[in-house]
C-alpha cells in the first residue's frame, strides 16, 4: 500500500513515472527508422540487424519477472531509482558503440535495467490513486506509454538524418536525469525485505525457457532452422525449460510465481490477450519502416512521418477511453478495438509498391485507435479481480507476456517474410520464360533477359514485387489472428470494481 507521503506527492510521482515510460517506450520504437543506417554502420545483415530490437526485448522479457520480487525486498524506490540510472547509463554505451556486438550486449543490458518500469509504474499508479481515478490515470499513463510510437520514428529519422544513428540512444539521457530526480525527491522510501523465499530453479528455468526460444527464433532462418543442430538443441533447452519451470510452479512450496495468479480467469484470460497486442503493434513497427526504405524511396525522416499517425490514434484513444471505462463493460471497448486492428490489418493485405503514403497514414492511424482502446481496458480488466497483495508479481507478469509476445512477433513474422519473399521471388522468376507470350508482351527493352543487364533489371523489380508479396502474406497471418483470439472476450468478467458512471476524473 501507498504510505502518506506518495499520496500527498502522487501528481509529481506520476510525472517521474510518465517520464521513465517514455523514456522506456521511446527506446523501443526510436530505433526502428535507423535499422538500415545502423546494419550499413556495423556491416550486419538485415536478419541480424533485427537483434537490436529483440535484443532489448527478451532481456526485459527474462528480468521482467525478476523485477516484482527485487522491488518487495529492496523496496520500490531503490528500485527505480537503480533501474533509471541503469537504463542511462546503458542508452550512453548504445550511443558510443563500434559495432553490431557491443550494440546488442548494451542494449541486453537496457532491456535488463528498463524492465521494471512499466510494471513497477503500473503498480505504484493502482496503490497512490483511489479506485474511482484508476481508469482516467491508467489513461494517462498510457499516454505517456504511447508517447514512444507516435515521436519515436519520426524524432529517430531527423536525427539520424541530420546527425547520426547514435543519437537515437543519447536522446535518453536528459529524460533519465529528470524521471531519476523525480522519483529520488517526491517517491517515500519503502523498506522492502517482505518477500518470500526466492525460486532460483524456477528463474532459471524460465530464463532458460525464454533465452532458448527466443535464439532459435532469431538465428533459425540464418542456419535454414531445424536441418542445423544449433537450432535443435535451443528448442530442446527451451522445452526443458517450460518443462521445469511448469513442473516447479505446480509443486514448489514457494514458486517463482504465485499459483494464485492462475486461480483469476481475468488476469489469465487479459495476459493471452495481451500477447497479441504485443505481436500486432511491435511487428507492424518494425516491418513497415525497412519497406519504406529500402523498397520505396522513403527517407529516415520520412519513414519516421509516415508512421507517427499510427502513434497519435492511439494517443487519441487513451483520452477517450479514459472516459469510458467505468461507463461502458470494458469488454465492448475491447471488442472495439481489436476490431479497429482487424480493419487496419485487411487495409495492409492491399499495400503495393505504386501506392501513395495515404495507405501507410490511413492504416496507421485506425490501428493506433484500436490499440489505443486496447490497452487501458485490458489492462484494468486484468487486476480488477486481482487481490491488491498480488499487484506488484501481477504487473511483472503482465508485462512479461506482453514481451514476450513483442520479441516472439518480430522474430516470427520477421522469418516469415523473409521465407515468403523468397517463395513469390521463386514463382515469378518461374514465369519469366522468353517463350512466354504474356512475359515478351509487356517486357520492356531495358528488361531483355537475352542480356546480361536486363536479366540484372528484371530481377530487381522482381525482387521487389516480391518482397511486397512476402509483407502482405504477414498481415494476411496477423489479421487471421486477431480473428482468433476475439472468443476470448467471451471468458473475462465484468470488473466489479469498475469506478461508477462520472466517477473518473482526475484531481
Not at 537483434?51 to 526485459?60: K, P, Q, R
Not at 497471418?477 to 480473428?483: G, H, S, V
Not at 471468458?491 to 482526475?506: Q, Y
Request: proline share 6%.
Amino acid at each position: 500500500m501507498a504510505s502518506p507521503k506518495d499520496v500527498a506527492n502522487r501528481v509529481p510521482i506520476t510525472i517521474g513515472l510518465m517520464l521513465a515510460t517514455v523514456m522506456n517506450s521511446l527506446d523501443s520504437t526510436i530505433a526502428n527508422v535507423a535499422l538500415p543506417h545502423m546494419a550499413g554502420s556495423v556491416s550486419a545483415s538485415p536478419d541480424q540487424i533485427t537483434w537490436v530490437l529483440t535484443s532489448y526485448i527478451i532481456a526485459a522479457a527474462i528480468m521482467t519477472p525478476l523485477s516484482g520480487w527485487l522491488s518487495t525486498r529492496i523496496g520500490r524506490k531503490t528500485m527505480f531509482l537503480v533501474s533509471i540510472a541503469g537504463f542511462t547509463v546503458a542508452s550512453m554505451l548504445c550511443g558510443i558503440a563500434n559495432s553490431l556486438a557491443e550494440i546488442v550486449i548494451f542494449r541486453l543490458l537496457q532491456g535488463l535495467c528498463g524492465a521494471a518500469l512499466i510494471p513497477l509504474s503500473q503498480s505504484v499508479v493502482l496503490d497512490i490513486y483511489p479506485p474511482s481515478q484508476v481508469g482516467q490515470v491508467m489513461a494517462l499513463w498510457g499516454a505517456g506509454a504511447i508517447l514512444g510510437p507516435i515521436f519515436g520514428p519520426v524524432l529517430g529519422g531527423w536525427l539520424t538524418d541530420n546527425f547520426s544513428w547514435n543519437w537515437v540512444f543519447f536522446i535518453n539521457l536528459p529524460i533519465g536525469i529528470l524521471a531519476f530526480a523525480a522519483i529520488w525527491l517526491f517517491m517515500d522510501r519503502d523498506r522492502g525485505g517482505t518477500a518470500r523465499p526466492f525460486d532460483f530453479l524456477g528463474f532459471g528455468a524460465l530464463t532458460v525457457f525464454i533465452g532458448g526460444i527466443q535464439l532459435m527464433l532469431d538465428r533459425g532462418p540464418t542456419v535454414d532452422w531445424f536441418s542445423s543442430p544449433e537450432i535443435w538443441i535451443e528448442a530442446l533447452c527451451g522445452l526443458a525449460g517450460l518443462w521445469v519451470f511448469v513442473t516447479q510452479t505446480i509443486t514448489a512450496k514457494h514458486p517463482f510465481f504465485d499459483r494464485a495468479l492462475m486461480r483469476d480467469r481475468n488476469f489469465m484470460t487479459c495476459n493471452v490477450f495481451g500477447f497479441f497486442i504485443g505481436l500486432f503493434l511491435f511487428s507492424t513497427m518494425a516491418l513497415l519502416p525497412p519497406v519504406m526504405q529500402t523498397l520505396m524511396g522513403y527517407s529516415v525522416f520520412g519513414a519516421g512521418l509516415v508512421m507517427m499517425p499510427r502513434g497519435l490514434g492511439s494517443f487519441a484513444a487513451m483520452f477517450i477511453v479514459g472516459r469510458l471505462v467505468g461507463k461502458i463493460d470494458t469488454r465492448l471497448i475491447l471488442f472495439v478495438g481489436l476490431s479497429l486492428c482487424s480493419l487496419s490489418l485487411w487495409q495492409m493485405t492491399h499495400f503495393s509498391l505504386t501506392m501513395s503514403s495515404t495507405p501507410f497514414v490511413t492504416s496507421g492511424i485506425i490501428q493506433g485507435l484500436g490499440i489505443g482502446l486496447l490497452f487501458v481496458p485490458l489492462s484494468v480488466t486484468a487486476f480488477a479481480t486481482l487481490s491488491p497483495a498480488l499487484r506488484s508479481e501481477g504487473t511483472s507478469v503482465y508485462t512479461l507476456v506482453r514481451n514476450l509476445g513483442s520479441s516472439v512477433g518480430i522474430s516470427v513474422m520477421e522469418a516469415l517474410d523473409t521465407q515468403q519473399t523468397a517463395v513469390a521471388h521463386s514463382d515469378m522468376a518461374a514465369h519469366v520464360q522468353p517463350g512466354n507470350p504474356v512475359f515478351n508482351a509487356g517486357i520492356p527493352a531495358a528488361m531483355n533477359p537475352s542480356t546480361s543487364s536486363g536479366l540484372d533489371a528484371l530481377n530487381g523489380v522482381i525482387t521487389q514485387q516480391a518482397a511486397m508479396v512476402g509483407l502482405i502474406d504477414v498481415f494476411k497471418l496477423m489479421l487471421l489472428l486477431t480473428i482468433i483470439v476475439a472468443p476470448l472476450l467471451l471468458l473475462m468478467r465484468k470488473p466489479k470494481s469498475a469506478p461508477a458512471a462520472g466517477e473518473v476524473v482526475i484531481e
